[in-house]
């Protein structure tokens, strides 16, 4: 079982931004940047391209919708997206508010506290 379907089962705590049947999206507690979100199926898939078709495109729009209100929440250029999957087994979107392409570099890291999760998550989750 993999840390996202721990999160997405409740047995570990996350910034939740937004969720439907199918999929959410929470904070990355790592994050490059302020707003950093993942976009997660919850069904547990390891790799993105084993993914049933129409769930992929499901994801992306899903994913698009997240975006869009990170746009509206966290002042940035624009929303880079990576699809990774090395770090966590389990088919992940990640939507990063950026300012230059360092913020897509996953070795700078923003460092936030505690409030400053709830108070992002609730303010992009607001503007869904």
Request: aromatic share 8%; with cysteine; charged share 25%.
């Amino acid at each position: 079982m993999s840390i996202f379907t721990k999160i997405i089962n409740g047995e570990i705590p996350s910034h939740k931004v937004a969720e439907n049947d199918e999929f959410i999206a929470f904070l990355d507690i790592n994050p490059n940047a302020k707003g950093h979100t993942l976009c997660v199926p919850k069904q547990e898939i390891n790799k993105i391209f084993d993914m049933e078709k129409g769930l992929y495109t499901r994801l992306m729009e899903f994913s698009y919708d997240v975006a869009k209100a990170i746009e509206k929440t966290i002042p940035c250029k624009r929303v880079g997206v990576a699809v990774v999957g090395l770090e966590v087994p389990h088919v992940h979107v990640h939507l990063i508010p950026l300012q230059d392409m360092d913020d897509m570099r996953f070795q700078r890291k923003a460092s936030l506290s505690q409030q400053e999760f709830e108070e992002t998550a609730q303010q992009i989750a607001a503007n869904l």
